[in-house]
């Protein structure tokens, strides 16, 4: 069964950094691109960024471009999103997603339960 | 990328048959066979109902199809449960990134 759990979520001042993680098990992790998605309180879904299986191309949502760093480790099979210089509406849930190939920006299959970032002083 | 345009609210009465639209361009819905449709409950992750414009994964319901005309993609659910009653998004390829729909609430009458 794929599993795909987030951590890192928390209270962050604007201006602020934050790691999440993403631990996936039960899929070859190093096969398959993978996407950092995001929903704030009320709104639609939006995607954040996405890296491909090597982790050798990426995207990143204009909103956040420039701020943000998505990285994977194939060997630890966890996928990451590095965030700075954080603003209020970076606000939201995030969700870790498989796509469902290696590379290509094709929509994901697999998500994980999300975790919660807040941003305010 | 601009987001794919869905109707905000659709309803329906248990039982009958409804369709939510999800209209984008020849870049995106049009241009490839990649759209995929995600339910998703208050509190709980997206649930991938549709995927590739047709494609059932398995454990989802036959009530719920999709199809394609032009740069329009639909997802129609028949035989209305109340269990139904969620927010649905589509999503599509584009060559640089995916994009998603707005978001359309179904309501359950």
């Known amino acids: 069964e794929v599993q795909l759990v987030e951590s890192g979520g928390g209270l962050v001042q604007p201006g602020g950094s934050l790691r999440l993680s993403c631990a996936a098990s039960g899929f070859t992790f190093s096969i398959y691109a993978m996407y950092w998605v995001r929903q704030a309180p009320g709104k639609g879904l939006e995607y954040v960024s996405g890296i491909t299986s090597n982790g050798g191309s990426t995207y990143y949502a204009s909103s956040v471009k420039g701020r943000f760093t998505i990285s994977r480790d194939n060997s630890k099979n966890t996928l990451y999103l590095q965030m700075g210089s954080l603003r209020a509406e970076d606000m939201a849930v995030y969700y870790c997603a498989r796509g469902p190939y290696s590379s290509g920006w094709h929509a994901p299959r697999n998500w994980g339960q999300g975790t919660l970032v807040t941003v305010s002083s | 990328q601009s987001a794919l345009t869905q109707p905000a609210s659709v309803s329906g009465s248990p039982g009958q048959s409804i369709t939510i639209s999800c209209t984008g361009t020849?870049?995106?819905?049009?241009?490839?066979?990649?759209v995929s449709w995600y339910q998703q409950h208050p509190g709980k992750a997206p649930k991938l109902m549709i995927y590739?414009?047709?494609d059932r994964p398995s454990g989802v319901s036959n009530r719920f199809s999709g199809s394609k005309s032009g740069n329009t993609a639909s997802l129609t659910i028949s035989g209305l449960q109340a269990e139904d009653e969620a927010d649905y998004y589509c999503s599509s390829y584009t060559s640089s990134s995916p994009v998603f729909g707005g978001g359309t609430k179904l309501t359950v009458l």
């Open positions: 020849s870049s995106d819905v049009g241009g490839y066979n990649y």
């Open positions: 590739d414009v047709t």
